[in-house]
């Protein structure tokens, strides 16, 4: 039987990927003020046109139980869901999204929906995507995928250069006294989602361009050898800068696949203009990496 993949436009999951790999997206919504808008109604510059011409500073809100039961009920009954979520740790959607399965549960007891908590965004479940494809292609039943893909989110590694960290201090995705520090030190912030999927501060480091050649140093730090890995990166509207880093990762480190695709009004809420995004299966969990 089919598997029936879906996710949360937390994953900034580009419409071809969309079609080619048959995953049904929940929308996140995006506030200004009264204002409320689903978040795959607007473009990236859209939304980041509003939020310079306008004085409400945006937030994010997650999907409702009942938009996650309605998607989770229009697939056939007899096919399995495996659901991808942006984390726990920065959203109500997986909470909603378990609430939704609980009650079509009720209703239908015989229906498999499995959800999957990556405690990650953006990049990094475009990772986990990729791999529940893989496998699907692969003929694995929904067991076997569920149980990989739950043993791959400790070694998912989700990093973030930011050009501001205002807008995640404003959103209360990262602490005032982290923000702080950071400004009165004027060093540079790189951000990662931690072991409980929220984010935090990796590492302190002078000069942006210090900074940007740090970001992707890390990656020899998490693996020793990428040829049979995947490396995504996700960017706010600032393409020419992506490329440019991506050209440098692909010099360093050739992984077996690239994917590129540009963050959402959701993850743009908090990253900003100019933010990088970058995720890739580290050979070392979280714990062991400690």
Known sequence: MTIQLTTDSGADLPLHLQDEWNVKVVSLFVRFGEEQFKSTSLSTKEFLDRVEQGNVFPQSAAPSPQDYYETFKEVD?????????????????FNHAVMAKEQLLE????????????KSASSGMILMLDDAVKLIEEKHD?????????KRVPYLRTVFLLE?????IRGGRLSKTKGA?????KVNLILHASEE???DVLEKVRGAKKAHRRFHELIGEYIKDPAEKTFTMTHGYAKEKCDEVLDIVKKHYPFQKFYQAETGPVIAAHAGKGALVMSFFSDMTHTNKK
Do not use: F, M, W
């Not at 929904?142 to 739950?150: R, S």
């Not at 501001?164 to 995640?168: A, E, H, S, V």
């Open 164 to 168: 501001t960290i205002d807008n995640l």
């Open 197 to 199: 999927g929220k984010i």
């Open 142 to 150: 929904v067991k076997e995928v569920v149980a990989h893909l739950e």
């Open 107 to 118: 209703e239908e007891p015989d229906r498999e929906i499995y959800l999957i908590d990556t």
């Open 181 to 185: 520090i950071a400004k009165t030190l």
């Open 77 to 93: 009954a007899s096919q399995p869901i495996v659901h991808i979520s942006i984390s726990s740790g920065v959203s109500a959607s």
